[in-house]
């Protein structure tokens, strides 16, 4: 027997039930707060492969380990790259079958970036917070191709990282003609032959930096690395006998410790970053005005150029096309604001 009178029972069925529900869905915040993670630990992304990243977690410290992480979902639209410093919460133990997730990507001091030609703006990024580049190059098998240095030197400026140039398989053929090219330039340059590898210099020059190494396919760039870091174990391809080229084997950029050994400049590890070879390096994402910044031997000749001289070879007055005319830079000279005006032609 109900006790309820007939205008009481009717209430509870009352429709404004229904619209106060607190979330219909049950499955969504109504806030965009988040938490601020204060527990997390951040670390250094070593490889990303299909949306996991492999982090080292607890660096230079006994309780030093490897983590796989996912990405949170609020930074599904940010790109997380080889080389970034980030922050996780979750499982970080490193053991068997767990995973942590990446909930911050913290401020990158550098970014090295590509695009897949000069007429795409929509860059690439290919490692982040490096401050050395190693252009790595072959003297022979496969022939040395300026013109691809030069973009690397673009890049590298363009990003503020400090150029390396390594020429490998300097037994084959003589390296002095290519580096003739850069000459002008305050390049610090290592040659390498197939048996006798520089490594203690290397070691020297990666000791405390986050080094990129970039090069054309099949130039011996993962052959240096597996030299300077035993267990690497990076495929090292061949050169193609019919083309002359390359053939791609490392397919993802990864970061490797590299021991100072008897370093004299300290006793810090470095780091280096190996890349997929390239044949082509977009700089479609480069403001051509900071294209000169890379050669640095004809940017103080720029000096002296009209306001807003576009340095192409119809540019009137130029002082560098003036100088380089009258045979002051000799054929180096000629040679680098070929190169200059070559990119600079192609991104006008």
Known sequence: MSWLTDDQDEDKYADYEARTRPNPKGNRARTKIRPEHSDAVTGRVLTVDRGRYSVLVGEGTRDEREASASRASELRKQAIVTGDRVDLVGDTSGDDGTLARIVRIQPRTTVLRRSADDTDEVERIIVANADQMLIVVAAADPEPRPRLVDRYLVAA????????????????????PFLANFAGLDLTVVTSAHDDVPLERLRELLSGHTTVAVGHSGVGKSTLVNALVPDANRAIGRVNTVTGRGRHTSSSSISYRVDAGHSTSGELPGWIIDTPGVRSFGLGHVDPENILKSFTDLAELAKDCPRGCTHLPDAPDCAIDERVRAGELGEVGRLRLDSLQRLLATLA
């Open 157 to 176: 400026f363009d990003a503020g990282i400090a150029p390396i140039l390594c020429v490998t398989k300097t037994d084959l053929a003589d390296p002095a």
